[in-house]
């Protein structure tokens, strides 16, 4: 029986995702989710709002711990428009059917707040949906999986059946780019092989 792996790092994210990603390369981390606004500012690009945000979120998450602290943040992107979460059936049908049978892409940001400051990064993997008939979106949103999803779909679940092809990072696309994540923590002295 091998012991429990040691706390590394601090989690500044509610999402269960993120968590279990993490803990598929090695790392435990201490979650405490952090309230931050996350309304896009007029005009900003996608890029700069989800790097903005994971900033925001180890910022705040590092406040009052010495452990290093991860925020991140995940935006799909069609034809520049920040796609959020579905705010009911209609919207995610509206979502669904934009998304259905063309290319976008998901934006990943991460963020590392610890010893070397305040490191991040953003991660964009290109996605393609195959064609979906609005049966097939009203019985995905019966499924529940799209409520609290960016763009209303989890590929981890039931929508990998929709994707046709992805060009990028598939850990990325459920919410954390695991190689640039292992890589800004390694600079943050956090690393997957603990002595």
Known sequence: MSAQAPVLLRLASASPRRRELLASIG??????????????????PAIEYVLRLARAKAEAGALDTLLPTLGSDTAVVLNGQILGKP??????????????????????????????????LCVTTQVTLRTI?????????????????????????RA???????????????????YETSQLL???????WPV
């Open 133 to 157: 008939a609005t049966q097939e979106i009203d019985a995905y949103w019966a499924t529940g999986e799209p409520i609290d999803k960016a763009g209303g779909y989890a590929i981890q679940g």
């Open 186 to 192: 390694l600079r943050q002295d956090v690393s997957c």
């Open 87 to 120: 705010i009911d059936q209609a919207h995610a049908r509206q979502m669904l059917e934009g998304l259905s049978g063309r290319c976008h892409q998901v934006m990943t940001a991460v963020a590392v707040s610890g010893p070397q400051g305040l490191l991040s």
């Open 27 to 44: 790392l435990v981390a201490e979650v405490m989710p952090v309230n931050i606004d996350e309304t896009p500012k007029p005009g900003e």
């Open 160 to 178: 990998a059946i929709f994707v046709e092809h992805l060009e990028g990072s598939y850990s990325a696309v459920v919410g954390l780019p695991l």
